[in-house]
């Protein structure tokens, strides 16, 4: 079985995620794609105003039908203490799935920072790196060169995924543009609603344009 493993803030899910992940579901032809919100992101602290982790967990749950493979999402990195690490969370994985092949999705911008990841060598012992574009200029000049790099420094093996439908937007931006009553167009419909709901990142909920539940 082949199973993808996606991780991230996720503060919020968002088309761009979303887009990603089932371009690397078809061209892997992954039988599940695990999709894994941290807790507590190693490299960027989150910011004030941040949805809490279970908040951001819940909107992942809602995302589940916009992925095309039979997704899980796991809450494992919201029940260990501390930083989110993912060779920790690959290591769990790998007890729980011996024999299945791991593929790590990660966009550009983890990729092309791999090498300041906790345990790099354990990350590639662990699983196949599935990286793909965040953006419409192409990167494959700069991907050639750190996936060599990679390759030749943690005997990594590399997959390089087409994103189709690139999405250029991150959860970042998307925050701000929330914050102005914008954004929407980047959020699946649940989403958006809850995020109402719940007047995460400076939205003032407006109960009227929600259709009901
Ligand atoms: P932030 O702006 O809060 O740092 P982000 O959207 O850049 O958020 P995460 O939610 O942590 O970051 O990203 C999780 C994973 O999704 C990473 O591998 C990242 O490269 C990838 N990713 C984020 N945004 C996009 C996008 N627009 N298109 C494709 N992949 C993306």
Redesign the pocket.
């Known amino acids: 079985m082949k199973i993808g493993v ?6 919020p ?5 979303l ?2 992940a089932s371009a690397a579901a078809g061209q892997l032809s992954l039988d599940k794609l695990l999709l894994i919100p ?1 807790a507590i ?1 190693p490299h ?1 602290p989150l ?1 004030s105003g941040s949805a809490g982790a279970e908040e951001r967990l819940e909107m992942v749950q809602l995302c589940t039908a916009e992925v095309s493979a039979p997704v899980e999402v796991l809450d494992l990195e919201l029940r260990r203490q501390g930083a989110s690490y993912t060779c920790d969370t690959l290591a769990q994985l790998r007890e729980q799935y011996p024999e299945e092949e791991l593929f790590l ?7 092309l920072s791999f090498e300041t990841w906790r345990q790099p060598e354990r990350i590639c012992d662990l699983a196949t790196l599935a990286v ?3 953006r419409e200029e192409s990167e494959a000049a700069a991907f050639a060169r750190q996936k060599k790099r990679l390759e030749e420094t943690y005997g990594a093996h590399i997959r390089v995924l087409e ?1 189709p439908e ?10 701000e543009k929330l914050s102005r009553g914008a954004g929407r167009a980047y959020l699946t419909e649940p989403v958006y609603g809850y995020i109402l709901r719940k007047g995460l990142y400076g939205t003032k909920a407006d109960l009227k344009h929600l259709t009901p539940e």
């Open positions: 996606f991780g991230g803030t996720f503060n899910i968002h088309r761009g995620h887009a990603a941290d992101p960027k910011p999705l990660m966009g550009s911008d983890m990729f793909f574009s965040r994103n690139v999405v250029e937007i991150s959860s970042t931006e998307l925050r």
